[in-house]
Nanobody, 114 residues
């Protein structure tokens, strides 16, 4: 199974983007789905997480602006990003942890700039 991340791009400050992470096949027994990002010269950090129980966690820097969700029928996890700021500029990666393994998407570039 492979994860394909998409939806990145160039957006002005205050704008919105929705990232998608589609699995090439069904992944059973998923325990964790998350989005991470790595900005220029920075370490990779977790942005949002969705656990099997339905609980979510967000980095303090994105709380109230980003929302993680999933569509089981489409084997896809989303990250809705609103009120984007220049400091949100980064490569965004999706991650799925299941009984069968730990899967990463290839990354999608988000650039917030006027």
């Amino acid at each position: 199974v492979q994860l394909q991340a998409s939806g990145g791009g160039l957006v002005q400050p205050g704008g919105s983007l929705r990232l998608s992470c589609a699995a090439s096949g069904s992944i059973s027994s998923v325990n964790f789905m998350g989005w991470y990002r790595q900005g220029p010269g920075k370490q990779r950090e977790m942005v949002a997480a969705l656990r099997s129980a339905g609980t979510t966690n967000y980095a303090d820097s994105v709380k109230g602006r980003f929302t993680i969700s999933r569509d089981n029928a489409k084997n896809t996890v989303y990250l809705q990003m609103n009120s984007l700021k220049p400091e949100d500029t980064a490569v965004y990666y999706c991650n799925v942890i299941a009984t069968a393994g730990n899967y990463w998407g290839q990354g999608t570039q988000v650039t917030v700039s006027s």
